[in-house]
């Protein structure tokens, strides 16, 4: 499926916007020492302030910037400054604005002030909720639409806010420029209120709000109805493609005869998801005027929201090659509802073996695999155990600097929540890339100087030099006989990778954790030899990642003998969503390690959640249940 193959006649297509214009102000601010003079409440300094369109503005600057060159916005604002500012941003966007009335009575511009002290939102101040519109202006609106509607080929209506310029006229008026255009007219409604106002139009909803107007509408049994069935309830009752948004779990959509599913995407950095709706909107609006098939619709608004949330990766916003570059290497969310509810597991019969994938399988002998790639920490080794309480001390200091034992608990508590979602998010990347992503929180946080930050480098290297001392000193006791090898690894590990060189496999060990390291410490174990294809680890390359490596000498290795390795030929083993993603990418079969560390042995259930939505084909504990797993597979 190539979504990209109709890219140059999307800018022939012609969009129009009609609904609610707002403008979002953004203040980022920080408390001062300055006390008022006329109030004696302390004093908060702007640091940064920033105007954006929001609601119908936004999905038209959000169609423009995807390269769909005629764009009209249709709707009304207040005569005022936010209003001319608002026009003024469009218009640079070359947005068509003539099309934008201006009210001067009992009407404001929507605003809406957004105030971030210390990245925490405080409450919001609005302007306009108390608008009372024009029907003239809603008459010369209509008389617009409809003066110009030969030359739309797709329509969206967006409702942000109840009531406006949605009066009873308008849905009238558009319902009735539906019925007469919706066969060659790609109509989409997006309603903040559920209500069954537009029958010919494509929806877009999320799921709470799919849950409402289903039940609303008697198509909904009970409130446990998943999104799948939802969607296909609406696209029967409408006759009409439906969607609804699964925020990071992406989005499913129907026709009616078939349902389609579009995975979340995972995503490293902390995001942004203001707007990500408008920007989903704009992504479905290209893709209907590129005559994309419904998955490819599905698939392309996924990616464009995707790519509106990351501010840091993609700082010029949305754009067709930013989208193109996300799709270039996407990584999914699977299975998101299982992942979140452990009553939903199947396991092998009398067995800690969880089964997750969804492929048709039987288990035929097989003969054990002719590759198999392992992660070094937690899934075979246990020398840097607990390397996460290391990592959540490091940069908490690190973003701190000297304030650290001054600061008041409630900001350590707000710090540390910021970090530790950070490591659950990058748990298994390499060392370096956490520490960029750690190094824009110093950045966010402010309490240390601009001109003090170190380098990622830095940070990695301090943070290394901790978890060496750990991992030397129980090398040390190795050495010194007070420890053995199976104290030092998951419980089966080794007699697993023995058993593998036995039958041929070609192992490789595939690490996060420096190389240099890896290869000492692998070495002073005496287990080196064992990853007979080789041994990969961190060079303090972003770019390289060696589990992204490993998958590319595979591949080219195969391609190279020309063969052709079926799922179960090649087997992924980790406890990290980094190489469960990678494997799954390439059609591996991929098995999670949720290895309780400290004891080698049993369930981490803390690493569930992460593994299956990687895309992990199998759970188990340790290396013990190892002979169930392979019986079940068929390799014994």
Known sequence: MDIFRNSNQVKDISVAIIGDICLDVLYRARLSNEISIETGLPVYHVEKSLFIPGGAANIALQCKRLGINNVDLFGIIGEDAYGEKLVNILEKEKIGVDTILVQSDECNTYVYHKIYIELQEKSRFDIGSNNIINDDLIDQLLALLRKRLPTYSCILINQQIPNSIHSPKLIQELRKLMDTTFERVHWIADIREPQDLYPKAIHKMNFNEARQLANTLGLSENSSESAETLSRAFANYWGNKVIITLGENGAVG???????????????????????????????????????????????????????????????????????????????????????????????????????????????????????????DGTVSTLREGWDRIMLQCMIKFITGSNYDSLPKEKLELISNKVKTLIEKTAGVQTIIQMVEMRKLIEEFGYVPRNQIESAYVYKESYANEIRKIAEKKVQRFMAEQLTLEDLTIKGAIPFLKRLNEQGTMIYLASGTDQVDVQRELKALGYDKLFNGGIFGSINDTENDPKKLVMQIICEKISELNQRLSWGDCIIFGDGPVEIREGHKHGFMTVGLISDEKQRFGMNINKRERLILAGADFLIPDYSWIFQLSRYIGWE
């Open 254 to 376: 129907s026709d009616g005869n078939n349902t389609f599913i579009e995975p979340g995407l995972h995503i490293i950095e902390d995001v942004d998801p203001t707007g990500a709706g408008d920007a989903f909107l704009a992504g479905i609006a290209y893709a209907l005027g590129s005559d994309l098939s419904p998955p490819e619709i599905l698939k392309f608004g996924n990616l464009t929201a995707g790519v509106f949330i990351q501010k840091n990766r993609f700082p010029k916003g949305i754009s067709f090659d930013a989208v193109r570059m996300l799709n270039s290497d996407i990584d999914y969310r699977y299975n998101h509802e299982l992942a979140g509810d452990i009553r939903l597991a199947s396991y092998i019969p009398d067995t800690d073996i969880e089964v997750v994938y969804n492929k048709p399988f039987s288990a035929k002998k097989r003969g054990y695999p002719k590759v198999a790639v392992f992660d070094l």
